[in-house]
């Protein structure tokens, strides 16, 4: 088979070849060392230090005063998938056609009311209606209406006014 000359040299071999990998990576991180440590030579601004600047609030009632019934119908599709907008044609939820000035629960022939909404408003005025279509669990906590809600004034005021606008 093999004789022990050629069995050393085959070792050594291999040795070498370990040897010079070590000594090549060594070698490579030092030449290439890129320490994460001190201060960035330099920062680009991104102005998230800045103070936010600050929000002025404009009055609901403002807001529903230039909203648009064209866009309130548009947005009023992610609505569409639970409620109806003929009177009397209940879905999932109760049809909206008169919903504006209507009793909390006096859409007839809808008999699933959770009971939550009744304890926080009894009538569905364009405020009542903002504040729940902007977070309904959190307006009316046990609500069973599973809809993240209208994170916009704008499309809230567009829907509130698209939905006042179907009864005259």
């Known amino acids: 088979m093999f004789d022990t000359m050629t069995f ?5 071999s291999l040795c070498g070849a370990l040897l010079i990998l070590l000594l090549g990576k060594w070698a490579a991180e030092e030449l290439y060392h890129a320490g994460g440590h001190g201060d960035q030579s330099y920062v680009i601004d991104t102005g998230a ?7 002025v609030e404009v009055p609901f009632a403002e ?3 230039a ?5 309130g119908a548009k947005v009023f599709r992610k609505c ?11 879905a999932t939820g109760p049809y909206l056609y008169g919903v504006v000035g209507r009793d909390v629960d006096a859409a007839s022939g809808f008999t ?10 009894e009538v569905w005025t364009p405020e009542a209606l903002n504040d729940f279509l902007e977070n309904p669990k959190g ?3 046990g609500t069973s209406m599973g809809f993240n809600g ?19």
């Open 8 to 12: 050393t040299k085959i070792a050594s």
């Open 49 to 55: 230090d800045e103070a936010e600047e600050e929000v």
């Open 63 to 65: 807001v529903l005063a």
């Open 67 to 71: 909203a648009d019934i064209g866009d």
């Open 80 to 90: 569409s998938a639970c409620h109806k907008v003929e009177q009397g044609a209940n």
């Open 112 to 121: 699933s009311y959770s009971g939550a909404l009744e304890q926080v408003v």
């Open 139 to 141: 307006y009316a906590p």
């Open 150 to 168: 209208l994170p916009k004034v704008e499309d809230r005021a567009d829907v509130i006014a698209y939905l006042d606008s179907l009864d005259d």
